[in-house]
């Protein structure tokens, strides 16, 4: 499903890396647009350290450049700003705070007006699920990022490998399930990673956790769900 945010992990990790990139230490409107969301919004939540409102200042700088990509696909920004205000404020208390703050992020901020329709409402069950597939990517990027220094080291291969069996029991013959979907998509790019790494030819390509398909758990023999025929013919 296209609104589904477990579709898109895969790429938060990339979106991370960009909006931490980007500099705002010349450009004070983006701090006000987020000061403004915080004192409206959130006025009791603790940043102390004030890496919240740095990053957020950083979201809006990089949202206005995402803006002017006339072809690029908002989408799977949307859903990372789901994830991020859940993950940064909302699951710090859900008893003061609720979905209704990614709206009002929404409201606070220019050039989000195509995420307004793509806002997902997100519990704890899932917000924990979402974590282990942001730590399998982010894990995976650094992998990837290790390949091209020539590091013949697989070390991080096995610790991810070992991160994703350790889904087992969440995920065993569940096929309808979408964070079970996104862990076997997850599974496709690792190995398909280690067939074409040489050096980590030791460590076992993931196993599936998905049953076998719904075909063939009902194949049945013709000759059991075929009604009997009484129609005074004798069958040789």
């Not at 990614?102 to 606070?108: A, P, T, Y």
């Not at 069950?125 to 590091?151: A, G, M, P, R």
């Not at 050096?199 to 599936?208: T, V, Y």
């Amino acid at each position: 499903m296209e609104g589904d945010i477990f579709n898109y992990v895969n790429e938060f990790p990339n979106f991370k890396g960009k909006i931490s990139n980007e500099s705002i230490e010349s450009d004070g409107l983006h701090k006000e647009k987020c000061e403004g969301f915080m004192s409206e919004k959130i006025s009791d939540y603790t940043d102390a350290s004030g890496n919240f409102l740095t990053f957020c200042a950083k979201t809006v700088k990089y949202s206005t450049q995402l803006a002017s990509e006339l072809n690029s696909n908002k989408l799977p920004f949307c859903m990372y700003l789901n994830y991020w205000i859940y993950n940064e404020v909302i699951s710090k208390d859900e008893t003061k705070y609720n979905n209704n703050i990614i709206n009002g992020f929404l409201d606070h901020i220019d050039n989000l007006e195509t995420c307004e329709n793509h806002t997902k409402s997100i519990d704890k069950n899932i917000h924990e699920n979402l974590q282990i597939l942001y730590k399998l990517y982010e894990d995976f990027k650094k992998i990837k990022e290790e390949t091209l220094t020539d590091s013949n080291d697989c070390k991080s291969e096995e610790k991810c490998a070992q991160y994703y069996k350790s889904q087992e029991d969440k995920c065993k013959g569940k096929d309808n399930n979408s964070f079970c979907n996104a862990l076997e998509n997850f599974r496709v790019k690792f190995n398909d990673h280690l067939r074409s790494k040489n050096e980590c030819k030791e460590i076992e390509e993931l196993p599936s956790f998905q049953g076998p398909s719904l075909a063939a758990t009902i194949s049945l023999p013709v000759s059991v769900i075929i009604p009997p025929l009484d129609h005074g013919y004798v069958i040789d």
